[in-house]
């Protein structure tokens, strides 16, 4: 039996393309500037990204955190929504590395913030004040369900920080599931945000990379701060012969994950004992819960059994994602062994 994963989309694995690519890829040593396959590859993200530069980083975490020593100083103030995966997922590090304080600011469930709030959290001139240097978007929206934030959106929230003095980083680990899913080039999602992290590892399905994009004079002091955190990789150029192969070959296949993502969605709710926690499925995210008598814990257990992967997430809706290697036949498979679950869990309580 196929086990499913649907745990995250960074459990791809690089295709055979890739692993070709990698294999032949040209080297030498990048902390030198010397290795011409990176060279390539933070060239190609620029482009893409319509920003001047950038700089190949070992994860979207290296990225972010890159963005905000870059951006700010330490006892900097720095706005993130309450969602924003850098205040859940990335162990701290603006805090305890980059010594910043992390304000928060509820995220809606499309994974905005609201103007007024960022308006009203931005400190003013007082002496007893730190100062707000940045302003932290993420787009797709990871906890708020895969939403995504629309070119006017961050237009408008760009031009309120900019307006107040702050930089705007943009956390776009899935920038090109929000791109694919709007119809705009990606670039245009990012357009007015000072940098924007993207990740390959995703459902680029390259093995390992992210990229930090902007102005060329940010890229060169990033580039000072991806050292210090230990990001000064050396022949890097067979990792990142893989991330060209993603941005060449991957981003419009996409559109597949997010068909398969809504026939997931569509199954799920024909399914007793399961509500879906979304509205619509806009990506490649799908939240849900089981209800009593069903337990999460005891859901997640049976599914393993039946070889479907779905990580339990404490007091959360499970999330289950989509991505190139679960197939639309599998996403019908899945869907069936749920159900089965879900009929013998709720007999077994009879
Ligand atoms: C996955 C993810 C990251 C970080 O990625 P890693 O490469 O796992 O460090 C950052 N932001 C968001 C929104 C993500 O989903």
Redesign the pocket.
């Known amino acids: 039996m196929k086990v499913i994963d649907l745990r995250s989309d960074?459990v791809t694995h690089p295709t055979p393309e890739m692993r070709k690519a990698m294999s032949e890829a040209e080297v030498g040593d990048d902390v030198y500037g010397e290795d011409p396959t990176v060279n390539r590859l933070e060239a190609m993200a620029a482009k893409m990204m319509d920003k001047e530069a950038a700089v190949f980083t070992t994860?979207?975490?290296?990225?972010?955190l890159t963005a905000v020593l870059t951006h700010t100083h330490h006892g900097d103030e720095i706005i993130v929504g309450d969602q924003a995966?850098?205040l859940w997922?990335?162990v701290g590090g603006a805090a305890a590395l980059g010594g910043v304080i992390l304000r928060t600011v509820p995220n809606d469930s499309g994974g905005r913030l609201d103007p007024s709030d960022i308006e009203r959290t931005i400190r003013g001139k007082d002496i007893h004040y730190t100062q707000t240097t940045l302003l932290c978007l993420?787009n797709?929206?990871?906890r708020c369900g895969g939403t995504v934030l629309t070119t006017d959106y961050t237009d408008e929230v760009c031009n309120l920080a900019h307006r107040r003095g702050l930089k705007v980083h943009l956390?776009g680990?899935?920038i090109f599931n929000g791109a694919v899913a709007l119809s705009v080039p990606a670039c245009a999602l990012a357009r007015n945000a000072d940098s924007v992290?993207l990740?390959l590892?995703?459902g680029l399905s390259a093995p390992v990379g992210?990229l930090l994009c902007g102005r060329r004079e940010f890229v060169e002091r990033a580039r000072k701060f991806r050292k210090m955190l230990g990001g000064g990789m050396r022949q890097a150029g067979v990792i990142a012969a893989a991330g060209i192969v993603a941005l060449e070959t991957m981003v419009d296949r996409l559109a597949e994950d997010h068909a398969n993502a809504r026939r997931l969605a569509q199954g799920l709710a024909q399914i007793k004992g399961i509500t879906l926690a979304q509205d619509d499925i806009p990506t490649n995210i799908v939240m849900f819960h089981v209800s009593p008598p069903l337990s999460p814990a005891e859901f997640i257990e049976a599914l393993d059994r039946a070889e479907v992967k779905i990580g339990l997430r404490d007091g959360r809706p499970f999330r289950a994602v989509t991505h190139r290697m679960v197939s639309s036949s599998d996403i019908d498979e899945a869907l069936t062994r749920i159900e089965a679950v879900c009929l013998k869990l709720q007999r077994a309580r009879k």
């Open positions: 960074t994860s979207g975490t290296q990225g972010n995966h850098i997922y990335e993420e797709t929206h990871n956390d680990a899935r992290a990740c590892s995703k992210s």
